[in-house]
């Protein structure tokens, strides 16, 4: 593991704590959602009305909602939703946007079309977007995940695009054609790990952004189901509460800030550290 | 445009959701469901939904909304005032914010006052709109008594109750651009400070601020004023939800209501009005370049 690049994400890390206090924060937010169950948690879907609106105490750790549900339970599983829903609509509209982007950095005559559709796509901001995607669709979580990807989606193309295009004029790559090689191959051997790093850090943006949407979609209703416990929708139940049980949306709404803080500052790092030009400047 | 409006169309039309079985309630036959459909135009082949839809576009009519049966265009302008004073005091308070906040820190790179700045950067991406709304709500509403906690003033029943009513909101809905303006800010500041000619203008004895002002931040203004129209995006979905929040009768209002009822005329007139709003200021933008960069000509 001596390579340069290795080396460099070392160093940059050790130069960069806050980065470091990002890993760990998410780090610990993954653990937090796989063991709920252990986490002395009780059922999150379980009423209890003589117990409603408990203030936070030892008994009901972040207190007890409307229903008489624990909201320290229903956050704790609310982390497994925002998580997965985050890490989901990277992973695809990072797969999807590099794909797309590949194929038209490279193959012109679909570059104009595709494009034209991009630029379509990316008029509409993409809260909006979601938002019309959801509000004509079954509300379901693959759903949400299907919504948010779809209006991730164009950014990341453009940035594919973009570095192929840069990249198709390297003396390398040109060699590359010139011998002869076969477009996948181009791709796979030339081309795409020079993208990986800037990628990488793209994903990281869209899991931030992809958990914040989640949670605007399920607070105005457009969301994840309520039977499902995510952080967005304990605060949308608790809209009209605010003002008797604030803790309700203080909860889950600073777990949410917190997490995306730390992807947040986790990107940042990543960003620095892969791109050392950058590093002193954003 | 043309692309826009066609993209909106498809995606509603190929979501699956049916407005009449909704519209119906839950006691309705299939029979009644169709009569539904078949007045609404719901039957008939893609194309000429999608003919019709742009021929009423073409002639200002973004169609009749299926629960109040009220046209689009007449919901929307009723509910307009609310949605455009907001994104506007928004958009100007965070302008008059940023920019500066972005300046200083790149003058002062490396000290507390550009970490300062950066920290608070990091964390107003991160705090989502109404999480950050119910804090300000919170603390100034309820614990200060300072500000109303909901509502909206028009702005003819006087200046300073509409003003109130909009301080909160405002800060809300701004702190995330003022977050994004700031680090563009920023970055592009401290690209034009290593450039030679700051350097001849501080060597020639220029005032600190008119260097600052008058040679770095004319130079570096199209990255800003790139991202400020790009930011709108964020202001259009954050307004949606800042008016939910502080139950401003807006066009966020309008478009919650219409997704909680699926009445999709006016869900297609919405994300079509905002959206053009979003490519008309970005083109704005595009002809500012002009004005700040005189090489660059249309």
Same mark, same amino acid.
């Given at each position: 593991?001596?390579?340069?690049?290795?080396?460099?994400?070392?160093?940059?890390?050790?130069?960069?704590?806050?980065?470091?206090?990002?890993?760990?924060?998410?780090?610990?937010?993954?653990?937090?959602?796989?063991?709920?169950?252990?986490?002395?948690?009780?059922?999150?879907?379980?009423?209890?009305?003589?117990?409603?609106?408990?203030?936070?105490?030892?008994?009901?750790?972040?207190?007890?909602?409307?229903?008489? @549900?624990?909201?320290?339970?229903?956050?704790?599983?609310?982390?497994?939703?925002?998580?997965?829903?985050?890490?989901?609509?990277?992973?695809?509209?990072?797969?999807?946007?590099?794909?797309?982007?590949?194929?038209?950095?490279?193959?012109?005559?679909?570059?104009?079309?595709?494009?034209?559709?991009?630029?379509?796509?990316?008029?509409?901001?993409?809260?909006?977007?979601?938002?019309?995607?959801?509000?004509?669709?079954?509300?379901?979580?693959?759903?949400?995940?299907?919504?948010?990807?779809?209006?991730?989606?164009?950014?990341?193309?453009?940035?594919?695009?973009?570095?192929?295009?840069?990249?198709?004029?390297?003396?390398?790559?040109?060699?590359?054609?010139?011998?002869?090689?076969?477009?996948?191959?181009?791709?796979?051997?030339?081309?795409?790990?020079?993208?990986?790093?800037?990628?990488?850090?793209?994903?990281?943006?869209?899991?931030?952004?992809?958990?914040?949407?989640?949670?605007?979609?399920?607070?105005?209703?457009?969301?994840?189901?309520?039977?499902?416990?995510?952080?967005?929708?304990?605060?949308?139940?608790?809209?009209?509460?605010?003002?008797?049980?604030?803790?309700?949306?203080?909860?889950?709404?600073?777990?949410?800030?917190?997490?995306?803080?730390?992807?947040?500052?986790?990107?940042?790092?990543? @960003?620095?550290?892969?791109?050392?030009?950058?590093?002193?400047?954003? | 445009?043309?692309?826009?409006?066609?993209?909106?169309?498809?995606?509603?039309?190929?979501?699956?959701?049916?407005?009449?079985?909704?519209?119906?309630?839950?006691?309705?036959?299939?029979?009644?469901?169709?009569?539904?459909?078949?007045?609404?135009?719901?039957?008939?082949?893609?194309?000429?939904?999608?003919?019709?839809?742009?021929?009423?576009?073409?002639?200002?009519?973004?169609?009749?909304?299926?629960?109040?049966?009220?046209?689009?265009?007449?919901?929307?302008?009723?509910?307009?005032?609310?949605?455009?004073? $907001?994104?506007?005091?928004?958009?100007?308070?965070?302008?008059?914010?940023?920019?500066? $906040?972005?300046?200083?820190?790149?003058?002062?790179?490396?000290?507390?006052?550009?970490?300062? &700045?950066?920290?608070?950067?990091?964390?107003?991406?991160?705090?989502?709109?109404?999480?950050?709304?119910?804090?300000?709500?919170?603390?100034?509403?309820?614990?200060?008594?300072?500000?109303?906690?909901?509502?909206?003033?028009?702005?003819?029943?006087?200046?300073?109750?509409?003003?109130?009513? $909009? =301080?909160?909101?405002?800060?809300?809905?701004?702190?995330?651009?003022?977050?994004?303006?700031?680090?563009?800010?920023?970055?592009?500041?401290?690209? =034009?400070?290593?450039?030679?000619?700051?350097?001849?203008?501080?060597?020639?004895?220029?005032?600190?601020?008119? &260097?600052?002002?008058?040679?770095? /931040?004319?130079?570096?203004?199209?990255?800003?004023?790139?991202?400020?129209?790009?930011?709108?995006?964020?202001?259009?979905?954050?307004?949606?939800?800042?008016?939910?929040?502080?139950?401003?009768?807006?066009?966020?209002? /309008?478009?919650?209501?219409?997704?909680?009822?699926?009445?999709?005329?006016?869900?297609?007139?919405? &994300?079509?009005?905002?959206?053009?709003?979003?490519?008309?200021?970005?083109?704005?933008?595009? $002809?500012?370049?002009?004005?700040?960069?005189?090489?660059?000509?249309?």
């Amino acid at each position: 593991m001596a390579s340069p690049i290795w080396r460099n994400f070392k160093d940059a890390l050790r130069r960069h704590p806050t980065a470091i206090a990002g890993g760990v924060v998410l780090l610990a937010m993954v653990l937090v959602a796989l063991l709920a169950p252990w986490l002395g948690t009780v059922d999150p879907q379980a009423v209890a009305p003589v117990r409603r609106l408990k203030q936070p105490s030892a008994e009901f750790w972040f207190g007890s909602d409307m229903m008489g @549900r624990d909201v320290y339970s229903r956050v704790l599983y609310g982390a497994r939703v925002s998580l997965s829903i985050g890490i989901a609509v990277a992973l695809f509209s990072t797969l999807a946007g590099l794909a797309i982007g590949l194929v038209t950095g490279f193959v012109r005559w679909l570059d104009a079309v595709v494009m034209r559709v991009m630029d379509g796509l990316m008029s509409i901001p993409p809260v909006l977007l979601a938002i019309a995607l959801m509000a004509l669709t079954r509300a379901s979580m693959e759903n949400v995940i299907l919504a948010i990807t779809l209006a991730e989606t164009p950014r990341v193309v453009r940035l594919v695009r973009g570095l192929v295009l840069t990249l198709r004029d390297e003396p390398y790559v040109v060699a590359a054609v010139a011998a002869g090689s076969s477009l996948p191959r181009i791709l796979l051997r030339h081309v795409l790990p020079n993208i990986v790093a800037p990628l990488l850090v793209q994903a990281t943006y869209v899991c931030a952004s992809a958990m914040i949407t989640e949670a605007i979609l399920s607070f105005i209703g457009a969301g994840t189901p309520p039977n499902i416990p995510s952080w967005g929708n304990i605060m949308a139940e608790a809209r009209s509460m605010f003002q008797i049980a604030g803790y309700l949306i203080l909860f889950p709404g600073v777990c949410l800030s917190l997490t995306v803080l730390a992807v947040n500052l986790l990107g940042d790092g990543l @960003r620095d550290a892969l791109d050392p030009r950058l590093a002193r400047r954003m | 445009m043309a692309v826009v409006a066609f993209v909106v169309f498809l995606l509603l039309y190929l979501t699956p959701g049916d407005p009449a079985a909704i519209l119906a309630g839950d006691a309705a036959t299939s029979d009644d469901i169709r009569r539904i459909r078949e007045k609404l135009g719901l039957e008939e082949p893609f194309l000429v939904r999608f003919g019709s839809w742009v021929w009423g576009l073409l002639h200002g009519d973004l169609g009749v909304s299926i629960f109040t049966n009220l046209p689009v265009t007449h919901l929307i302008a009723q509910r307009i005032e609310p949605t455009l004073s $907001l994104t506007f005091c928004t958009l100007v308070v965070a302008v008059l914010v940023a920019v500066p $906040l972005g300046v200083v820190a790149a003058a002062r790179a490396g000290t507390w006052v550009d970490r300062a &700045v950066m920290a608070f950067s990091v964390a107003g991406f991160s705090v989502p709109v109404f999480v950050l709304a119910y804090i300000l709500i919170l603390v100034f509403s309820i614990q200060l008594d300072w500000l109303p906690v909901q509502g909206y003033r028009p702005i003819r029943e006087g200046l300073w109750q509409w003003a109130r009513h $909009l =301080v909160l909101p405002s800060a809300a809905l701004g702190t995330v651009y003022i977050a994004l303006i700031a680090r563009m800010t920023r970055a592009s500041m401290l690209d =034009v400070l290593a450039q030679d000619y700051v350097r001849t203008a501080q060597a020639k004895g220029l005032a600190p601020g008119a &260097v600052l002002v008058g040679h770095a /931040l004319k130079n570096a203004a199209v990255p800003i004023a790139t991202v400020i129209g790009i930011g709108i995006a964020l202001l259009i979905g954050g307004a949606i939800v800042t008016e939910t929040v502080f139950a401003l009768p807006g066009i966020g209002r /309008l478009t919650v209501d219409a997704i909680l009822r699926r009445d999709y005329p006016i869900i297609q007139g919405v &994300v079509l009005i905002f959206s053009a709003a979003y490519v008309l200021v970005n083109l704005a933008v595009d $002809l500012s370049y002009m004005f700040f960069d005189p090489r660059i000509r249309y």
